[in-house]
Every structure is written in structure tokens, then in C-alpha cells.
T-cell receptor, first 111, second 112 residues
């Protein structure tokens, strides 16, 4: 059974700092890994998806990497802004669309 | 472009009452459809998924059921709600099993 862990559970940084969010998964036989952002009381917004054959994906200030062999993915946020404050979740797609989610990292960026 | 609609946004229901949450997707055909539940401060748990009309797979035994009466419509139901059914329910779709998941805005259900 796939298990996904996100560390830390919460992170507070000053504006402008670069930061890394971590995601680890126990079953390396994944189709892909997807990162999401969730604002309080809202649904999930897809940020990046990395296919199993890829090593990383980039979108603006965001860069996600994937190391299947070690069961790890990271989400790098450059030059953080207060608007980046949200909960970030990763999801490992192990079985044709049935994804296992981590509990998320709640990020606070202080002005 | 594709959009997903989920309603209602919030719902307060007494224990023992029925439930019907609806989700529709526009701008795509034959999507995979999913119902997830999120407990407070936690990740998402997959409840049901569907790859086509009338095809429903249940991931966890529970008091809920799902139906897909039309290609782009997914309904979550219960005949009698329990207190433990309270939570944040999210509908999602994907093109296929290897494509990104796209979520609706969710329904906050409180069972009293």
C-alpha cells in the first residue's frame, strides 16, 4: 500500500526566501507525481505534474523534482511571496489515476 | 477549456437524513471522475472513481455510494448520514489514468 509523507507539516519563512518542500513515498512504481496548492476552504489547484520518466518540471518560480529510486520529490519555490501562503500537497499516482495524498505542508510567507 | 462544477458549497444536515452531492464536468468527454474526502488538516482519501457511465469503483467501505448517470455527471449519495460523514468532499476529473487531476471547489458537509 502506497504511503505518502510530507515534511515539515508547517513552515514559516520571510518574504523573498527560497524554500523546499519535501514529499516521500513508499512505493516507487508510480505513474506520476503531482503537486497541488490548497487555499483555506478551497479546492486543490494543480501546480506541477512529473511523469515517472521525468526528473523535473518547472513553472515560473516553481520547480518540482522526482527521484523514483529513493521515493522522493521536492517542490522548490524561488523568491517566496506572501501570496504563496497556502497548503501544498503532493499526490503519488500508483494505479491508473488513483492517487495517494500526503497530509500537506502549510506554508506561511511573512511580509 | 474544461471546467468542473461542484455544489452545494456548504451543507448542514441532521443525522439520519439523505445526501446528494453533484459534480459536473464541461469541455471534455469520457473523463475519469473521482470523489475524495478530506478530514481537517489532513490529505485526501479516495472514496470512489469512475472510468465511464455506470462504472463505479469503491475504495473504502462506508455509508456512501456514488453514481454516474451521464458521461460528465458524478453524484455522491447517502441514504442516512452519520456524524462521521462530516468533512470536505472534493470531486475531481482527469483525461485518463496518467493525466493530471483537476479538482472542483469542494463541499463542506457538517452532520449535526
Amino acid at each position: 500500500k502506497q504511503e505518502v509523507t510530507q515534511i515539515p507539516a508547517a513552515l514559516s519563512v520571510p518574504e523573498g526566501e527560497n524554500l523546499v518542500l519535501n514529499c516521500s513515498f513508499t512505493d516507487s512504481a508510480i505513474y506520476n507525481l503531482q503537486w497541488f496548492r490548497q487555499d483555506p476552504g478551497k479546492g486543490l489547484t494543480s501546480l506541477l505534474l512529473i511523469q515517472s520518466s521525468q526528473r523535473e518540471q518547472t513553472s515560473g518560480r516553481l520547480n518540482a523534482s522526482l527521484d523514483k529510486s529513493s521515493g522522493r520529490s521536492t517542490l522548490y519555490i524561488a523568491a517566496s511571496q506572501p501570496g504563496d501562503s497556502a497548503t501544498y500537497l503532493c499526490a503519488a499516482n500508483t494505479n491508473a489515476g488513483k492517487s495517494t495524498f500526503g497530509d500537506g505542508t502549510t506554508l506561511t510567507v511573512k511580509p | 477549456s474544461q471546467t468542473i462544477h461542484q455544489w452545494p458549497a456548504t451543507l448542514v444536515q441532521p443525522v439520519g437524513s439523505p445526501l446528494s452531492l453533484e459534480c459536473t464536468v464541461e469541455g471534455t468527454s469520457n473523463p475519469n471522475l473521482y470523489w475524495y474526502r478530506q478530514a481537517a488538516g489532513r490529505g485526501l482519501q479516495l472514496l470512489f472513481y469512475s472510468v465511464g457511465i455506470g462504472q463505479i469503483s469503491s475504495e473504502v467501505p462506508q455509508n456512501l455510494s456514488a453514481s454516474r448517470p451521464q458521461d460528465r455527471q458524478f453524484i455522491l449519495s447517502s441514504k442516512k448520514l452519520l456524524l462521521s460523514d462530516s468533512g470536505f468532499y472534493l470531486c475531481a476529473w482527469s483525461t485518463d489514468g496518467n493525466s493530471p487531476l483537476h479538482f472542483g471547489n469542494g463541499t463542506r458537509l457538517t452532520v449535526t
